[in-house]
């Protein structure tokens, strides 16, 4: 389910870079079954692409690789999280992973033992959320000690957590972002910022974690929407990563068949999750 929009606004008030990215690679993950997968997270860990899915009967975390034309699993990793599970966000510190399962409103540090809920003091902000609009995105500053936890929306929030104690340390929104545009669905913490794609004004923001201004805007509308799969008016974007040179997105298709348009430039088809690289501005 996603919340419908058309484009982004930004406040005057906040001076921005914009950039338009430019795409490098369309590239599909082939799945070695017939169950749907709902790309909705990926990270580097140990020098390898790791992926999640929303799906309840994806019990895995997913080692993938890159090859010529496409992406393929290679290996298999149990999670063991507890049931039903709706896995929307991973993220990784000190070489630890962490992932939050919006199913029951939890965020998980996996350790050698299994996963360990973490506990966080939301302080009455966890009641009565609708179904997916919950915790689509997380970040760590592991040299902080801060967890970011993001609510997609109604209502859109920030919460910063310590995570040496679970207090709530602050709970903010993005002010120069109009709440009924766009919704937050991954997020990545890197070099002291905050970075959050929004999926469906198709951008990633750069934000100060210090005053949550939005500096710097990468737009990848031109490549957006029912671009990939149709027919559909919403953003897929579901998992974020950022290389030195480049940014990934992974795409949530919910099951839709590529557009004619996707399969004829890019050669793709069926029905796999999508990754796409764009180039990475300069200063982003």
Known sequence: ???????????????????????????????????????????????????????????????????????????????????PLDLEAIAVCDSIIYISNEANHSIYKMTENGPQKLALDWKDQIKNWKKNTGLEAIAVDCDGGILYALK???????????????????????????????????????????YILLRNACAIVKVNPKTFEVIHIASYANNCKNYWYSPTFFGMAEALWLTNDEIWIGLDNNGLEVSPKAAENYKLQGTAPLIIKLKRPAGF
């Not at 590239?27 to 799906?55: A, P, T, W, Y």
């Not at 929030?157 to 972002?177: E, T």
């Open 1 to 83: 389910m996603y919340f419908i929009c058309f484009q982004l606004v930004i406040s005057n008030s906040v001076a921005q870079q914009i950039d338009s990215l430019t795409l490098l690679s369309a590239k599909q993950l082939q799945i070695d079954d017939s169950l749907r997968f709902d790309l909705s997270g990926m990270v580097q860990f140990n020098e390898q692409c790791v992926v999640i899915s929303d799906k309840n009967w994806n019990t895995d975390l997913y080692v993938i690789k890159e090859e010529k034309d496409h992406w393929s699993i290679q290996d298999k990793i149990p999670h063991q999280i507890e049931k």
């Open 152 to 194: 997609e929306r109604s209502p859109r929030f920030i919460a910063q957590f310590s995570l040496s104690d679970g207090q709530m340390m602050n709970l903010v929104d993005l002010s120069a972002i109009s709440d009924e545009d766009t919704d937050f669905c991954d997020a990545l913490w890197q070099d002291g910022y905050l």
